[in-house]
């Protein structure tokens, strides 16, 4: 008899939902619909534009920073701006350290000669004629990195300082408070070269930082193992008028389903409130909102 009872009642509704085709029918109150309203919306984006950490007391501003674009672009690893000559080098996919040349030396026609003020030993000079006949862009003598490059129609070798560290990635950490030490150069180098090394770990101010890979990026821990920051190239934030930003275990779980091809994951937020998401693939970016 409630087997009987209970067709009937299913009968009625879809009799209901029928009657009026091209008009949304009320769901049944027993119904529990996902609240579209509730939740976050964020776009993702994924960027190639690099992120420049600049050493203190280093000026490296809008014309030094299109000069290094313009480089960059062209395949060009040395650019001159304000009568300085920049060069950079490749860290690992995504980064560069980029360097001051400070003039130590050149050669025309064949013969070296010293910069104002500075002495050349036999040894250093047999070290430029060969880097010069080989033909290559740096070399080191005694534990020194040297570049050449082209000075009108003379070659010049300059020693190297360090500027800045420009890369794809960016930190994010996860305590505001952290902020100061992620905008710090030596940490940003350090990092890079850890990466580009594949070492799980580098050293900052005497204290250990672990990395550990994730979905894309990388995770990094503080000296006592706690979240630290997450280092990415993809940005996530709030979609159109909205103020309320998204965690970042949220963000992570974003840029795990933008890096391996999901449409969807499920965030459960430190009220233990459980929400699914849908992601969805536009040209250049990805639009995350609850289901």
């Keep these: 008899m409630k087997k009987t009872i209970l067709i009937m009642l299913l009968l009625a509704m879809l009799s209901a939902c029928v009657a009026n085709p091209g008009v949304d029918s009320e769901a049944p109150a027993e119904v529990n619909l996902p609240d579209a309203g509730n939740g976050y919306q964020a776009n993702a984006i994924k960027t190639k534009d690099l992120i420049l950490t600049i050493k203190t007391d280093e000026f490296f501003d809008g014309n030094e920073r299109q000069a290094f674009s313009q480089a960059l672009d062209s395949g060009r690893q040395q650019f001159t701006i304000n009568n300085i000559t920049y060069h950079y080098e490749p860290l690992g996919e995504f980064s560069y350290r980029i360097f001051r040349l400070t003039p130590v030396a050149e050669s025309l026609l064949g013969e070296i000669h010293a910069a104002e003020g500075v002495l050349l030993s036999d ?20 534990g020194i990195t040297y570049v050449l490059s082209e000075e009108r129609k003379a070659v010049q070798i300059s020693t190297v300082s360090d500027v ?24 940003a180098l350090n990092l ?8 799980p770990s580098f050293t900052y101010k ?46 992570n779980l974003v840029r795990d389903a933008v890096e391996n091809g999901k449409t969807g994951f499920t965030y459960t937020d430190t009220e233990g409130e459980v929400t699914d998401y849908k992601v969805e693939k536009l040209e250049n970016t990805w639009s995350i909102s609850p289901k």
């Design 206 to 251: 005497q204290e250990s930082y672990g990395i550990l890979p994730v979905p894309g990026g990388y995770t990094i821990s503080d000296p006592q193992s706690n979240l630290f920051a997450e280092f990415s190239n993809i940005y996530v934030i709030p979609r159109g008028a909205s103020t309320d930003i998204p965690p970042m275990g949220f963000k």
């Design 123 to 142: 040894e250093m000079i047999a070290a430029i004629q060969k880097a010069i006949a080989e033909n290559v862009l740096t070399f080191e003598h005694q």
């Design 164 to 187: 800045a560290v420009a890369s794809q990635y960016y930190l994010e950490v996860y305590n505001s408070v952290d902020n100061e030490t992620i905008q710090n150069f030596e940490f």
């Design 192 to 199: 890079a070269l850890a990466i580009e090394q594949g070492a």
